[in-house]
């Protein structure tokens, strides 16, 4: 802002005030095109006019900051008047509201007043202010460029090619160091193994999620969904690693009658009279599925509605899903207890990159 | 212009004593004054839309004082917990110490759950009012020199909002922020070479870990605001050397800025303005309550609740991965391929980086190289406009994605005929939004410049002496009429030759999408059209 007379054509918007010339592109400027007819003269307020006006505009004014101190000491005495009471969810929400209510006052009153007095009170005129090109002027660049080669004789930056490179290289290589110390960001297992594998194993028994109570095949009706984990799971706590596996190991066993299920082949023995078990986590992104549509056999994935069809094995008939669910293989014991064969035969979950390693 | 403004000389009081005093005393020791002769009477310019960036600043402070003090209760740890607070239902179930450090700040301070809903309801108007800013940035053409750069920094800042955003909904390890981190994990496990181990790095091992909350929180409550802050400084810092832009109006003109001064009209309104977002914030905050997690339970990988929704603005990258049809996976050289995650990550980022890159991209098209300070109705860009109102219509479509289930259940339809009907939106919704806004920008220009040269229709229809009836029209004022007829257009390129005779490749691509931007277009009208319609009447 050095020179502050006004260079500013008051003409069209187009015109150019400095002598430098800046190419307009495309654009279509004709010397036909309108005048700027220059600021209308201003229209006064009824403040402006009126001295009864504007004192009724400041009284009220005033009174909208007065609103905002009651506020205010109306919000400090909330915060003892209504307390939170333990175990009162009441009490929460009026502590909640009142101190709201109270501090919102303060606020708007400060908010409005201020508002009010810019418009009704203060000077209303527009005023105007030259812009200047957003560039420095001739003579700043010029000095900047000094600047610029003056340092560079000064110290050789550019003449001094190789010690410039060396330090550049120098540069470049220093932050390195901190991409390897995130290595540790997690233990050294080779992640990707650890996803193959989930607790069920060989004989774990099918139990009721959360409580951990085994289910025996005849507690299981015709058309009944349960939500399954592993016996041995509900015994970890959160300390043991209970939410790692849990987030692997959760299953979804539905009964349907036998003559409904298309089994393949291979997998004929992976049901018990009707019953299979499939992992109830989405092969999408991993959100666990769990609306069963009693009728049409179908899991829906609430996350993004992939569905699955249980008669089919799983497989995908609708979403954004690639793969069907993983199933569990599962028998009964000599007690009548549902059990697992082995644990899955692929990885449960989101796909990745080494899945078929 | 600038009348002087005191009409009565205060006497000195002690008041002003001390304040000169204080004034002289920093003054002395900073230089201040030369800041306040600087902007202490700066112009801005007034137009309702330019409210909506002040919104974001505004809630943003609501955010950092909020979050500030919920950084004195809330224990961002994994370690387990049974719960002994004052919410009844949960009582004695385990859980992590972050969640129930989330409770007994919502039942045990008092005022807690009143800044947590503040906190929460100021985030969501923040990167509500930054989207509305930006396209308010858009439709009337302010990206355009020398105001690029502030375009790509409030982009950036809209992602680091929705960042934080994120980071901030998983802190509370209730059962939707894990949920959230679950959908996560599974997208990077997704990405190709790296992704296991890009998720097996962040958890700190296996999903969901002991490490991601504490982890999420530094970002949250560091890193991403130290950025934050950063950027919003130095696009206030341009805002200042750029100025604002304004929109075209008798007396403005390139070369100025006609509004009010910073001190004392500006300031008294902005940050008057300010009170008011605040107060609005709070408002919200004490009548309507925004995710209770007490509801919902600390996280657990098996419950699920269907119809839960995310945060609005995470809302379209959720419809996107719903927007994937079946199977797109296939294993190639042994690796899976997840495409139904690349895929639509690829479209948004595709999306986004030509959000980024728009004014370069039109800069390149006109070969405009002047500074452009005046505001551009919408309908005066036709093509820009159209092609802002497609984007939006893709992003709206993917955004309605989230929501395929409730629309299913509440319109009784089912949820595979919703996602195809959005399938189809996706391509063809942009496609119609584009040709629709462009006819109507085109034909609003036409009626303008109907207006700019017969005058408004008054509805009055009189009888000639010859008997023939005709509607009067009400001429203009050459003030009204100047807001019609200030803009300029661009012709389309012609190919040329270079200094070498050859035709470019780049001068063939440009040139056509110059055709494609204004191939159509309305000239307003000029001094010597207007004389010839007087003539007429
Ligand atoms: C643009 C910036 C920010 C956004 C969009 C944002 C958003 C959020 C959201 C959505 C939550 C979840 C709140 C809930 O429980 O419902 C949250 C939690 C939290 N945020 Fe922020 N935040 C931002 C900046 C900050 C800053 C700067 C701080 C600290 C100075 C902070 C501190 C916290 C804390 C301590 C929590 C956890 C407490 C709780 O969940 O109740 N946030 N944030
Ligand atoms: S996680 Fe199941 S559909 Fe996406």
């Known amino acids: ?357 | 212009m600038s009348t002087a403004t005191t009409d009565t000389v205060t006497k000195p009081g002690p008041g002003m004593r001390f304040t000169s005093a204080a004034a002289n005393y920093i003054d002395e020791r900073t230089s201040a004054s030369g800041f306040v002769r600087e902007l202490g009477r700066k112009i801005f310019p007034d137009h309702w839309s330019f409210m909506l960036g002040e919104v974001a600043l505004y809630s943003f402070v609501a955010i950092l004082l909020s979050g500030t003090f919920l950084t004195f209760f809330f224990d961002p740890s994994m370690t387990a917990t049974h719960y002994q607070g004052s919410y009844v239902p949960l009582k004695g179930v385990e859980m992590s110490v972050a969640y129930a450090s989330t409770l007994d700040i919502s039942f045990d301070i008092r005022g807690g759950l009143l800044m947590r809903q503040v906190h929460h309801w100021a985030a969501l108007l923040f990167v509500a009012s930054i989207g509305l800013h930006m396209l308010r940035v858009f439709f009337t053409g302010a990206f355009r020199k020398p105001r690029e750069i502030n375009w790509v920094i409030g982009f950036v800042l809209f992602i680091l909002a929705m960042a934080e955003g994120f980071t901030g909904y998983s802190l509370p390890d209730d059962l939707l922020s894990g949920n959230g981190l679950r959908i996560i994990d599974g997208m990077v496990k997704g990405m190709p070479v790296i992704g296991v181990w890009i998720s097996y790095l962040l958890f700190g091992g296996e999903f969901p870990g002991h490490d991601i909350v504490p982890r999420l929180y530094v970002l949250h409550i560091m890193l991403l605001p130290a950025i934050l802050i950063a950027l919003i400084g130095v696009h206030m810092l341009l805002l200042i050397v750029n100025k604002h832009t304004q929109f075209a109006a008798p007396g403005r003109t390139n070369q100025n800025v006609v509004g009010s001064p910073i001190l004392p009209v500006f300031a008294a309104k902005a940050g008057g303005f300010f009170f008011i977002v605040f107060g609005a914030i709070v408002l919200i905050a004490s009548v309507f309550t925004i995710n209770p997690i007490w509801n919902y339970g600390p996280y657990d990988p098996s419950p699920v609740s269907a119809g839960t929704q995310p945060d609005w603005y995470i809302g379209f990258a959720d419809g996107a991965l719903r927007l994937v049809p079946p199977h797109w996976e296939f294993v190639f050289l042994g690796y899976t391929w997840s495409m139904n995650i690349l895929i639509p990550i690829l479209v948004i980022m595709v999306f986004l980086v030509l959000v980024t890159f728009y004014p370069f991209i039109e800069a390149w098209i006109t070969g405009d190289k002047r500074e452009h300070h005046m505001a551009e109705r919408p309908r005066n860009a036709p093509t820009r406009t159209a092609i802002g109102a497609a984007g939006v219509t893709f992003y709206g479509v993917m955004w309605a994605g989230a929501s395929s289930d409730l629309m299913a259940t509440h319109f009784m339809l089912t949820i595979e005929g919703v996602i195809v009907a959005l399938q189809i939106s996706l391509i063809l919704g942009p496609i119609a939004a584009y040709i629709i806004t462009k006819r109507v920008c085109l034909a609003l220009q036409k009626k303008d410049r109907e207006i700019a040269l017969h005058g408004f229709e008054t509805g009055r229809i009189v009888r000639l002496p010859g008997g023939e009836y005709i509607e009067v029209h009400e001429p203009l004022n050459e003030y009204d009429r100047w807001r019609l007829v200030a803009h300029e257009t661009y012709r389309p390129l012609m190919i040329r030759p270079n200094e070498r005779g050859r035709i470019t490749v780049g001068q063939r691509v440009r040139a056509g999408l110059s055709r494609w931007f204004f191939e159509d277009r309305i000239e307003p009208v000029t001094r010597s059209e207007l004389e010839r319609a007087h003539h007429h009447e």
């Open chain 1, 1 to 357: 802002m050095a020179e502050h007379h006004d260079s500013a054509a008051d003409g069209s918007a187009v015109e150019l005030s400095e002598p430098r010339t800046v190419t307009s592109g495309t654009a279509v400027i004709s010397a036909d095109r309108f005048e700027n007819p220059g600021l209308p003269v201003d229209h006064q307020r009824v403040t402006d006019l009126d001295p009864a006006q504007e004192r009724k505009a400041e009284r009220r004014i005033i009174w909208l900051f007065w609103l905002s101190l009651i506020g205010s000491v109306f919000a400090i005495a909330a915060y003892f008047i209504w307390p939170i009471e333990p175990g009162n969810m009441t009490s929460t929400r009026m502590n909640n509201l009142m101190l709201g209510i109270g501090i919102t006052l303060g606020l708007f009153g400060i908010g409005l007043g201020a508002v009010n007095w810019a418009k009704s009170l203060m000077h209303g005129h527009e005023e105007v202010e030259p812009r200047h090109d957003t560039r420095g002027t001739e003579a700043t660049r010029a000095r900047a460029v000094e600047i610029f080669q003056q340092a560079n004789a000064e110290s050789g930056f550019t003449r001094r090619r190789l010690l410039r490179n060396s330090l550049i290289g120098a540069l470049v290589v220093a932050p390195l160091p901190a991409v390897v110390l995130f290595r540790d960001l997690a233990p050294a297992d080779e992640p990707h193994e650890l996803l193959r594998h989930t607790m069920w194993e060989k004989g774990t028994r099918l139990a009721l999620d959360p409580s951990g109570a085994p289910i025996k095949a005849s507690d299981v009706t015709v058309g009944s969904v349960f939500h399954v984990i592993p016996e041995s799971l509900a015994k970890l706590g959160h300390g043991d690693g209970y939410l790692e596996e849990k987030a692997k190991a959760v299953v979804l066993m539905m009964r349907l009658r036998p003559e409904e299920l298309n089994e393949a082949e291979d997998r004929k023995d992976w049901s018990y009279d009707g019953i299979v078990a499939y992992s109830k986590i989405c092969t999408h992104v991993g959100c666990p599925v769990a609306l069963y549509e009693q009728q049409t056999h179908h899991l829906l994935c609430p996350c993004h509605q992939s569905e699955f069809d249980v008669a089919n094995h799983c497989e995908v008939i609708f979403g954004p899903a690639a793969r069907p669910l993983p199933q569990l293989p599962i028998t009964v014991d000599a007690e009548g207890y549902l059990v697992a064969q082995s644990d899955f035969h692929e990885p449960v979950g989101p796909s990745f990159w080494e899945r078929e390693r």
